[in-house]
Every structure is written in C-alpha cells, then in structure tokens.
C-alpha cells in the first residue's frame, strides 16, 4: 500500500483499496472451509459478522463486485443482501 501510496495520486481510491483489503483479509482469516454439499444459504457458510462485514464494506462506498470478490461471494449474492438489509452507499443517500 505504501508503494502505491508513493506514485499514485488518487487518495480517494487508496483509502478504497485499503478498506477492500482489510476486508479480504478479515474474509480469509474467518472463512470457513467449503461445504461439500453445494446449495447451502450464505447464512450457512458465513458469520453474521461476516454479512454484516458485507453490508458495511458496501455502505461505506465499494462496489457491489469489488465487495463480492472480497468476500469469495457472486455480485449477485451481494446485491440479494444488499437488498435484504434496505442498504445504500453514502453516495446515494
């Protein structure tokens, strides 16, 4: 980070780039092994502190694909939560 820091000159993407990447890191610190079985419910594969990770990671500006490959989640998976919790980026309240 510090090297991008250094040569680029978009700050406002950096703090973006910082925040999905202590994101993924928290992601891969916490997640869980893949169940063998295919079709089980985010709620099944994730914490509720992860999900709310998701919703906060969006609310605080990230795009919907950049969160989804943060968390190993599909874009599509993301906006379904987005959705079910009512949540909008700071942008576009």
């Known amino acids: 980070m510090d090297l991008a820091g ?3 000159n978009r700050f406002d993407l950096l703090k973006q780039l910082e925040r999905l990447a ?11 092994a ?5 079709g089980w419910s985010v709620a099944d594969r994730y914490t509720p502190e992860e999900l ?3 919703i906060d990671l969006y ?3 990230a795009k ?4 989804a490959e943060a968390f190993g989640l599909s874009v599509s998976t ?3 939560l987005i959705r ?7 942008d576009q309240r």
């Open 64 to 67: 919907a694909a950049d969160v």
């Open 78 to 80: 993301v906006q379904r």
């Open 52 to 54: 709310t990770a998701v």
């Open 59 to 61: 609310r605080s500006g």
């Open 34 to 38: 893949t169940p063998e079985r295919q």
């Open 84 to 90: 079910k919790h009512g949540a909008c980026r700071k």
């Open 22 to 32: 202590l994101a993924a890191a928290l992601a891969a610190k916490t997640r869980r």
């Open 6 to 8: 250094r040569y680029w």
